[in-house]
């Protein structure tokens, strides 16, 4: 059974930080390349970051580069999405994201959320 739970989001001043951390089970985590995702009220999911399997490509949306960084230990089955510098704005539910192929099948999981609240 695929699972993927998040954790770390919270209430944070604006300039603040906070780290996500995903954890993945179920599946051969060192093979998936994961995102990062959030969705805000009224407005679609826009994809944040995204590791590829091994660590060595990284990608994020141009409202966070340079504040976040997505980064992945395949030892502990995890991916982490280090925030700094915090704006109102980044207020959203931030999901996880697994992708792979198998048998040449794309698979993907998706982790239940974790609320981003940025405000003083």
């Known amino acids: 059974q695929v699972q993927l739970v998040e954790s770390g989001g919270g209430l944070v001043q604006p300039g603040g930080s906070l780290r996500l951390s995903c954890v993945g089970s179920g599946f051969i985590f060192s093979s998936a390349a994961m995102m990062w995702y959030r969705q805000s009220p009224g407005n679609q999911r826009e994809l944040v970051a995204s590791i590829s399997s091994a660590g060595g490509s990284t990608a994020y949306v141009d409202s966070v580069k340079g504040r976040f960084t997505i980064s992945r230990d395949n030892a502990k089955n995890t991916v982490y999405l280090q925030m700094n510098d915090l704006k109102p704005e980044d207020t959203a539910v931030y999901s996880c994201?697994?992708?792979?192929?198998?048998?040449?099948?794309?698979?993907?999981?998706w982790g239940q959320g974790t609320q981003v609240t940025v405000s003083s």
């Open positions: 994201r697994a992708q792979w192929m198998l048998f040449r099948s794309p698979q993907t999981y």
